[in-house]
């Protein structure tokens, strides 16, 4: 599953350092109401969710302070889970597809060509064209 809060810890598998960018075509909230869904088209870096720990903290910090009996703990760590997306490195412009909630993270001789071009066919007018000409390792 692919939650939004992991992009904290993933990385190019090639040099395990350089950061990946989010690219969120379709996404859902992980909270008391599973059926609510997010259409997010755009880029969204480790940076701008920021604001949405902060604002995550500041939910902790006044349900802890209210105690309220009825605010469970599972309420607190909702998240949004992101079901079709694309993880870009802006340093190789290396794309890596998200479907049906999974992030695949492969090297290059291990990925599935026909699956990768069939990604971008799909989600093309999602993608900015700059990039999508010059993805690595197939463009369409």
Not at 4 to 26: A, G, M, N, Y
Not at 83 to 88: F, Q, R, S, V
């Amino acid at each position: 599953m692919m939650n939004k809060k992991l992009l904290d810890i993933l990385v190019r598998p090639f040099d395990k350092v350089s950061s990946l960018e989010l690219f969120q075509f379709k996404a859902k909230t992980n909270s008391n109401n599973p059926t609510s869904i997010v259409n997010n088209i755009g880029p969204e870096s480790k940076n701008s969710l920021t604001n949405q720990k902060e604002n995550d903290q500041e939910l902790k910090d006044i349900n802890t302070n209210t105690k309220d009996p009825s605010v469970s703990e599972l309420d607190m760590e909702s998240s949004e889970i992101v079901e079709e997306g694309l993880l870009l490195c802006r340093t190789c412009l290396r794309f890596y597809p998200i479907t049906e909630e999974i992030p695949i993270i492969l090297p290059d001789e291990l990925r599935d060509k026909k699956k990768d071009l069939e990604f971008l066919k799909t989600w093309n007018e999602a993608i900015p064209k700059d990039l999508l000409k010059n993805l690595k390792p197939w463009t369409i």
